[in-house]
């Protein structure tokens, strides 16, 4: 007797992007593992983004066990996501955010593991980085590896978004996403890794696209909302640390990107670590000066 294949769930949140998210839901559609429901909340686009999903609603409805598709006013991602979770019938969900691509073979081998690992709660692999004319970037791919929360709590881990797929009873046991959080991934990351493992796979899987409009092209916004995501996380014996960690990591990252007050970030920088802030400053800056000759 055959033995069915594990519903999947797939979730496409969307906002404003009419330039893309028929290519999300097109890569969906090209998997290769065929018991996939899909749902698509569009969170309220400006844009063109509604017209564009409304033009592959009969695909959907032939290719998928099955499909819903929402439209409403908006209510932030999280909140969306919650939502669409509630909708999901599946063993397994998987989060795709609607300017991004999944490769066809995903579905199959995410399951496949998930099936011979039941201590793995979530699973991710490496992303091809794609510009917005699909043109690409580059490849990350990792060594495979188990996260624990303290890795993922200091901030040492690859589990892109665009990859994930996690079993829908860990989601509802960690009471899915905070709607107060702008970094849902690491705060998910975290709580999923409080009750199970997360693995990386050493495997391309997905298509991540860089453009202008990227969350984490806003560099200030992604700076307070790690310290955010931490502050949830306050009994934690690793606290500490992390905090300290991501303070030095904002810090970094403002000094690299600033022109006019380096000083200040620098200070910043040297109260959290000083002597990483040294060694950092030691390397970086010959480096600056001869790429300036050059």
């Not at 690491?186 to 860089?210: D, E, F, P």
């Not at 380096?262 to 040297?270: G, V």
Request: proline share 3%.
């Amino acid at each position: 007797m055959q033995i069915k294949e594990p519903l999947v769930s797939v979730v496409i949140p969307c906002y404003n992007h009419e330039d893309f998210v028929q290519h999300s839901v097109q890569s969906v559609i090209d998997q290769t593992y065929k018991n996939i429901e899909l749902i698509i909340i569009d969170d309220g686009s400006k844009d063109g983004s509604v017209a564009k999903i409304e033009e592959m609603v009969a695909l959907c409805e032939q290719r998928f066990v099955r499909f819903q598709v929402r439209s409403r006013p908006n209510k932030g991602l999280s909140t969306t996501l919650n939502e669409a979770i509630e909708w999901c019938e599946g063993k397994y969900v998987a989060l795709l955010a609607s300017d991004d691509i999944i490769l066809e073979h995903k579905t199959q081998v995410q399951v496949d593991f998930l099936e011979k690992n039941q201590v793995i709660t979530a699973v991710c692999g490496g992303v091809e980085l794609i510009d917005q004319y699909n043109n690409l970037i580059k490849v990350k791919l990792k060594p495979e590896k188990t996260y624990s929360f303290e890795e993922i709590i200091m901030h040492r881990f690859e589990l892109p978004a665009a990859t994930q797929m996690i079993r829908r009873d860990a989601l509802i046991e960690v009471n899915g996403f905070n709607p107060d959080i702008v970094l849902e991934d690491w705060y998910m990351w975290l709580k999923l890794s409080q009750i199970g493992k997360i693995h990386y796979m050493n495997q391309v899987l997905a298509l991540y696209r860089q453009h202008d409009t990227n969350f984490s092209k806003n560099s200030e916004k992604m700076w307070q909302g790690r310290i955010e995501v931490l502050d949830c996380f306050r009994d934690s014996k690793h606290y500490p640390k992390a905090i300290k960690r991501v303070r030095w990591l904002n810090a970094r990252a403002a000094y690299m990107n600033s022109k006019n007050d380096k000083a200040k970030f620098l200070w910043e920088l040297f109260k959290e670590r000083p002597f990483k802030t040294l060694n950092m400053i030691a390397i970086n800056e010959p480096l600056k000066k001869l790429k300036n000759r050059s």
